[in-house]
């Protein structure tokens, strides 16, 4: 079936590297993508999102990636500091009778060393 | 702006018992959301609401879970009876329309323990 899922369940950085965090999607007609960062015994908290048409999209120290042709997404944080260490998911849109809906990856915890 | 509430925060029941949590989206969205999110893995979509309405309770198991959106703000979703596989954080969200694609936005969660 269609699905969302991430290449490496753990990434461990020092602090100052840029990470960054993959994920790959089976569902060509998605036509918008969400990371989210999920801190220990929090909801998860909107990070960037990326509408199919667009290749790249910046925010304050995170880029994502889509590549639509291999079906791949990417997070990439810049310079990650501490307080970025947490389990980052990317969530794909697909459509259900006229309204979103939502299908998460499993997750990449994200470690980050002083 | 208020974010999404949630309680309780926490709930620690037997098999075969009953719970209810609670949830008050953010004010004016039109969309809610139950997710059931299992350790270390990504949050299931359980019910979406548009309104009062169901949009969609596929993934809802409707033997034992039921969820209501009076007057379409504040929403419950119960759980009667009570299993061990229903141990998970049970997370609320809301967005603005989910007509578009808009973001989520998500409460803090309800850790049910079941023992």
């Given amino acids: ?114 | 702006e208020a974010g999404v509430a949630q309680s309780p925060r926490y709930k620690i029941i037997e098999k075969r018992q009953s719970v209810a949590f609670w949830c008050n989206p953010i004010s004016g969205h039109a969309t809610l959301y139950w997710y059931q999110q299992i350790l270390g893995q990504g949050p299931k979509l359980l019910i979406q609401f548009q309104n009062n309405g169901v949009v969609d309770d596929s993934q809802l198991p409707k033997d034992r879970f039921s969820a209501e959106r009076l007057k379409g703000v504040d929403s419950t979703l119960k759980i009667q009876p009570a299993k061990l596989e229903d141990s998970a954080v049970y997370l609320c969200a809301s967005s603005l329309q989910a007509e578009v694609s808009y973001e989520q936005y998500f409460g803090p969660g309800t850790r049910l323990t079941v023992t």
């Fill in chain 1, 1 to 114: 079936g269609e699905s969302v899922g991430l290449h490496l369940p753990t990434l461990s950085v020092q602090e100052g590297d840029n990470s960054i965090i993959n994920c790959a999607y089976s569902n060509s007609a998605s036509d918008y993508f969400i990371w989210y960062k999920q801190e220990s015994g929090k909801g998860p908290q909107f990070i960037i999102d990326i509408r199919s048409n667009m290749d790249k999209r910046q925010g304050q120290r995170v880029t994502v990636l889509l590549n639509k042709t291999v079906k791949h997404l990417s997070l990439q944080i810049a310079a990650t500091q501490p307080g970025d260490s947490a389990v980052y998911f990317c969530a794909e849109n697909k459509w259900n009778t006229g309204f979103q809906k939502l299908v998460f990856g499993t997750g990449t915890r994200l470690l980050v060393s002083p």
